[in-house]
């Protein structure tokens, strides 16, 4: 899922306006951010007066909203486990609580903790599940 824009467009668009201004003989590169894959799964905990459309509803409100946020990180954004707490627990005041089953960064898995982005990489959602 991209967000936003579409990588290499920019990039073309990019190269294509370079090369207009470009003084003779630079060859100029024009290199786009390593993507740091993120896959996560949660499952939520709701108040016992949740319906099950209401439960189904917040569900796919997070996960969009999740895709979305990821998806906007800027380059070198770190990932900061606060900050997904903060995100899921403000999604709807019938979330109690929830877990996270699994979080992966670079397709391994890793512990609930804030990560490092280097400087030439960028957070991209792949798979965001909500149970």
Known sequence: ???GFDEEEVKSQVEEAIMKTKAFGVRPGVILPEPVLLDLEISLIF???ATA???QEIRQRLQNYLYQYYGNFSLAQDFIYHD???EVMNIDQKVVDF???SLYLRNE???LTN???MDDERIRPNIIEIL
């Open 1 to 3: 899922m991209q967000n």
């Open 47 to 49: 108040q016992e007066s």
């Open 53 to 55: 459309i209401e439960k």
């Open 84 to 86: 997904l707490v903060q």
């Open 99 to 101: 877990q996270v089953v």
């Open 109 to 111: 898995p890793v512990l």
């Open 115 to 117: 990560h490092d982005i």
